[in-house]
């Protein structure tokens, strides 16, 4: 598995300069170094996990969604296993998320198992732009947590400014 440090720094629980420095600047943080590290664990048990990629790890209330990206497919039912292994460590639901092609095949699986009406792309005059995201009135409920939680992980994941509305 490929992570954003050297594996000698993850495995001694000592940073070199490099890993040091992507730490003070922010490029990496301590909870993305303990999951990367149980995640290299894991790779002895789930082979499928050497074709992959761990990207970064946000915490939400009560939620740790974890951001991965892979070559080959992994079947569901592993990323299943691995995230059952990763909640008993870490005593909290994990919910691990690939990197998509497309911003709402990614959307759908962060704000599963609530539904997406539509993502509409809304260009601001400054040149930057933002995504709304209708979600059905009846699935809002259902969100994995509040919309403006859910808006701030989506920032710290990718990097993409959202905003999570009811529709219809």
């Given at each position: 598995?490929?992570?954003?440090?050297?594996?000698?720094?993850l495995?001694?629980?000592?940073?070199?300069?490099?890993?040091?420095?992507?730490?003070?600047?922010?490029?990496?943080?301590?909870?993305?170094?303990?999951?990367a590290?149980?995640?290299l664990?894991?790779?002895?048990?789930f082979?499928q996990?050497?074709?992959?990629?761990?990207?970064?790890?946000?915490?939400?209330?009560?939620?740790?969604?974890?951001?991965?990206?892979?070559?080959k497919?992994?079947?569901r039912t592993?990323?299943?296993k691995?995230?059952?292994?990763?909640?008993?460590?870490?005593?909290?639901?994990?919910?691990?998320?690939?990197k998509?092609?497309?911003?709402?095949?990614?959307?759908t699986?962060?704000?599963?198992?609530?539904?997406i009406?539509?993502?509409?792309?809304?260009?601001?005059?400054?040149?930057?732009?933002?995504?709304n995201?209708?979600?059905?009135?009846?699935?809002?409920?259902r969100?994995?947590?509040?919309?403006?939680?859910?808006e701030?992980?989506?920032?710290?994941?990718?990097?993409?400014k959202v905003?999570?509305?009811?529709?219809?």
């Amino acid at each position: 598995m490929e992570i954003p440090v050297c594996y000698f720094c993850l495995k001694s629980g000592f940073l070199c300069q490099s890993c040091s420095d992507k730490l003070k600047r922010g490029e990496v943080t301590q909870l993305d170094l303990e999951v990367a590290k149980s995640l290299l664990e894991l790779e002895s048990k789930f082979p499928q996990l050497k074709d992959c990629a761990f990207h970064r790890a946000v915490e939400v209330p009560g939620l740790l969604y974890v951001l991965v990206a892979c070559r080959k497919k992994v079947p569901r039912t592993v990323w299943r296993k691995v995230s059952r292994a990763l909640s008993e460590e870490r005593g909290k639901p994990v919910r691990i998320v690939e990197k998509a092609p497309s911003l709402k095949a990614f959307l759908t699986q962060v704000l599963s198992p609530a539904r997406i009406a539509s993502v509409n792309t809304v260009w601001l005059p400054d040149g930057s732009w933002e995504s709304n995201v209708k979600v059905p009135a009846n699935d809002f409920r259902r969100l994995p947590a509040e919309p403006k939680v859910l808006e701030a992980l989506i920032k710290d994941l990718i990097n993409e400014k959202v905003t999570i509305t009811p529709v219809g």
